[in-house]
């Protein structure tokens, strides 16, 4: 039974029972009689556990139930006009005591009817009657039931009691008259108190008690030894209070010190204004103090701002201290302490706005809407923890440009710190104000620019921090990306704390791997993938196309790009995960037929994929092209890249010599180790495959890997190896129209890699029909765009068997030569060498193309 009450709440009814109202209650619960003693001197009652709450005997309290039990014993009560047991459990926080969880002391007290009180609460009106003590219970459901004997206390009064009674009730008045909380009549009622045990009950249920103080008094059964404990209780609560009246008392001085000077120094201004003696310099420092009492600054920042004008005062004007103390000031004057914009909290109007100015990034929009929604339901007191985002992804996926939509979506100022190439850790945490010319760091400087507590800060290029003997960048940024720290952030040009935990920090990155552990646990990483060329189209028209017309001027001029135009821009002018190289080849050609109006040439201003070559010149990328044949030793593997997804064929060359590998292609050493994996497993599995295990020691292998300048690793591309090896080893072929992806142990299972959605995309825009990925990879197909899901064949594969069976054609018919017997003609196969067959020679791709 949630009875727990406030301290004031008690002395509201204390007052109320001793001024007589609710008279009319009191009365109907001296109408209940106790419970009669049975033959063995006990009394059989229902239990009402109590939590946070001892009643004791004789007197009238309060009590506050919600329990379903709770009331149940209370309608018995008041249904049969019986007393009941009310016991404090042991635990206040168990909602559903059983026997163990229970005082085996309590008392027994008559209750009144229950009244619903404005807050929801239920309130019922309860008398104490007698300490005592469980024996047994008799029922625990629906609620408890028990025999009790009562306990009766000595009511004479020795000399040693008299004494007591007095001490506790001169401890009791000054403690009356010190504490506002205990009504004026509460010490008159005491001081007609003739029993020594209620004068101690009394004074213990109207003084604020710990629990279990106050389950010790009711356990004290001899009066004398009762007063005895509440006379120490009130002398500890007495001191107490002295000490609370003491420091009323300085800060009540202090006030007054306060509006006196203030009250004299409006009198010195007048008189100074009345004689025409107005002095700048005071007229400064008064307004220095003013600007100080507006900026509602914490108690704590605005005594040290008072006290540096104090020594401002102090100084001559023309002190060469007087300027640091002034810039000093104003800095503290200029952040905004407590100035917040309200958040536009509408959802539909947060997802339009996102919508409006960015294509596709489906999670990191939702996040957002999270957040908002979450504002939306939570109260303001919950919401000051504000999520520490992370937007990592390739260059030009919008990512910070996002940062500014959500300000836009959220009606928050926006304030932007790009940290690539700091190296100083005082460029996050500011210069100590004894240097010459000494700063705020970076992130007090934009709350400043942002004029609001709560403004969305990016913080840009967070991976591309660097450290030098100055310091490390990376740790100081620790404290404010910990929403456990950054409410008292330290800047060392402040030297005060100030609160940032109601900032949204949102971060970027184009790699994760640059950022070092602990920082990054402190973020919530949101991927940006690279676009598929159907995104970067789209992008193309909802927004960089009407952008790049209006701001050269051609709107309303009849230029048209069409959707042919900007995929050729996107295959032959641009290798890119983003779209900022897109919006920069479109701009080009904007220019040119905007200078083509300017001179006044006639002529369309039509861009077509034929004419494309005479405003961008030739392309400067050719696509790599699928393979227009099924090949032996020829694996069309699939690799991430920092640019997104790409395509990495891997090609098998077997020579006469001493059993050597070979592997060229600038390959780092994780993608070489896979290669010997790849080998090592075909050799372990050459008779099951069927290869002359004598074949490894008289063949040398060679594995090459495209593009040899540009630099590729990653143990990824262990299956497309191990395929091509087998076909090289085989002479079977592989498909042309399959790629794969996926690292292969000794024992030939296929284990999952990353960058899936990209590898697929990759595969999709080269046009192949199958991709072969690794079992455990098949939930990384969610964010694969449903247009990919619906041209591909998706193979799922365990083990490289899985995979040669998927990928490799029938081995190629073997001659066979026919021989006479003299009894059963018998056919046998002769080893033949396979026939060759010219390869296409493959034009070299012009340009480079970024790293597997």
Not at 641 to 661: F, Q, R, S, V, W
Request: charge should be neutral; proline fraction near 7%; charged fraction near 30%.
């Amino acid at each position: 039974m949630p009875a727990m009450m406030e301290y004031a709440q008690r002395q509201q009814w204390l007052r109320s029972a001793m001024s007589g109202s609710g008279s009319r209650q009191t009365e109907e619960l001296f109408e209940v009689q106790d419970a009669r003693l049975d033959d063995d001197g006990l009394i059989e009652c229902a239990v009402l556990p109590l939590r946070d709450l001892v009643v004791y005997p004789n007197m009238v309290t309060p009590l506050f139930v919600g329990r379903e039990r709770s009331m149940a014993v209370i309608r018995r009560a008041n249904t049969q006009n019986t007393t009941v047991i009310a016991v404090a459990q042991t635990n206040p926080d168990v909602e559903e005591p059983m026997p163990e969880d229970l005082y085996n002391i309590g008392t027994e007290v008559a209750v009144g009817r229950m009244l619903r009180m404005p807050d929801g609460s239920t309130s019922v009106m309860s008398q104490g009657r007698r300490r005592v003590q469980i024996v047994d219970f008799l029922q625990v459901e629906p609620y408890f039931i028990v025999r009790a004997r009562p306990i009766f206390e000595p009511t004479e009064r020795p000399r040693q009691t008299e004494a007591l009674m007095r001490a506790v009730l001169d401890l009791f008045e000054r403690c009356a008259q010190l504490n506002r909380a205990i009504p004026e009549e509460a010490y008159v009622f005491a001081m007609n108190i003739e029993e020594p045990g209620w004068l101690a009950d009394f004074v213990a249920s109207t003084i604020d008690l710990t629990m279990e103080d106050r389950q010790q008094l009711l356990e004290l059964f001899n009066p004398t030894e009762r007063l005895q404990r509440v006379s120490v209780l009130l002398g500890k609560e007495l001191d107490v209070l002295e000490l609370e009246d003491q420091i009323h008392s300085q800060v009540q001085n202090e006030v007054d010190r306060n509006q006196r000077e203030l009250y004299l120094r409006e009198q010195m201004r007048a008189i100074q204004g009345e004689l025409g003696e107005n002095d700048p310099w005071q007229a400064e420092l008064s307004e220095l103090r003013d600007k100080i009492a507006s900026a509602q600054m914490p108690a704590d920042v605005n005594g040290k701002a008072l006290k540096e004008v104090e020594r401002l005062s102090q100084m001559p004007q023309m002190a060469p201290e007087v300027g640091i103390i002034r810039t000093y000031l104003d800095w503290l004057i200029d952040l905004p302490w407590s100035t917040t914009t309200v958040d536009n909290l509408d959802l539909k109007h947060a997802e339009s706005v996102l919508e409006k100015q960015h294509y596709g990034l489906p999670k990191a929009k939702e996040r957002i809407l999270e957040y908002i929604a979450v504002r939306k339901l939570t109260s303001s007191a919950v919401q000051r923890r504000a999520p520490i985002l992370c937007f990592a992804g390739p260059p030009g996926t919008g990512k910070t440009s996002l940062g500014r939509s959500i300000a836009d979506a959220l009606g928050r100022k926006f304030v932007r710190i790009s940290l690539g190439g700091i190296r100083d850790e005082a460029e996050i945490r500011g210069h100590r104000r004894t240097y010459i010319g000494a700063l705020p760091g970076r992130v007090i400087q934009a709350m400043r620019r942002a004029g609001s507590v709560n403004p969305v800060m990016m913080l840009d290029e967070i991976d591309k921090l660097g450290q030098d003997f100055r310091g490390d960048p990376a740790a100081a940024l620790l404290e404010v990306l910990d929403p456990e720290q950054n409410r008292e952030f330290a800047d060392h040009y402040l030297d005060v704390d100030y609160d940032l935990s109601r900032v949204l920090f949102v971060t970027t990155a184009n790699q994760l791997g640059a950022i070092p552990p602990a920082l990054h646990d402190r973020l919530e990483v949101i991927e940006f993938p690279g676009y598929i060329e159907e995104e970067k189209l789209e992008i193309a028209r909802r927004y960089i196309l009407p952008r790049q017309i209006e701001e050269n001027g051609l709107a309303g001029a009849g230029f048209v790009m069409p959707d042919g135009v900007v995929r050729k821009i996107i295959r032959s002018y641009t290798y890119e995960a983003g779209v900022r190289n897109l919006e920069r080849e479109v701009a080009r050609v904007c220019r040119k037929i905007a200078r083509r109006k300017a001179e006044g040439k006639e002529g369309s201003l039509r861009v077509t994929p034929e004419n494309l070559h005479k405003y961008l010149g030739p392309p400067e990328y050719t696509p790599p092209d699928a393979e227009k044949f099924d090949e032996v030793g020829l694996a069309m593997g699939l690799a991430w890249t920092e640019a997104g997804g790409d395509t990495m064929p891997i090609e098998i060359a077997l020579m006469d010599g001493k059993g050597g590998l070979q592997i060229t292609g600038q390959v780092g050493d994780v993608m070489q180790e896979s290669a010997q994996a790849a080998m090592s497993y075909i050799k372990s599995q050459a008779k099951a495959l069927g290869i002359e295990p004598k074949r490894f020691d008289k063949i040398d292998t060679h594995i090459h890997v495209p593009e040899g300048a540009i630099p590729k690793d990653g143990p990824s591309a262990g299956v497309s190896m191990a395929l091509a090896l087998v076909s090289a080893y085989t002479s079977r072929k592989i498909r042309r129209s399959i790629g794969l992806t996926g690292e292969i142990t000794l024992r030939g299972r296929v284990l999952p890699v990353g960058g899936i959605k990209e590898k697929v995309l990759a595969a999709h825009r080269l046009g192949l029909k199958t991709v072969i990925l690794p079992k455990k990879n098949d939930k990384d197909l969610v964010d694969v765009p449903q247009k990919a899901k619906r041209d591909m064949h998706f193979v799922f594969v365990e083990h490289i068997d899985q995979v040669l069976s998927e990928a490799l054609l029938p081995a190629p018919p073997r001659a066979k030569r026919a021989r006479k017997a003299t009894r059963k003609p018998v056919r046998k196969p002769v080893a033949r060498k396979p026939a060759t067959k010219a390869t296409p020679r493959r034009r070299p791709t012009p340009g480079a193309r970024p790293p597997a």
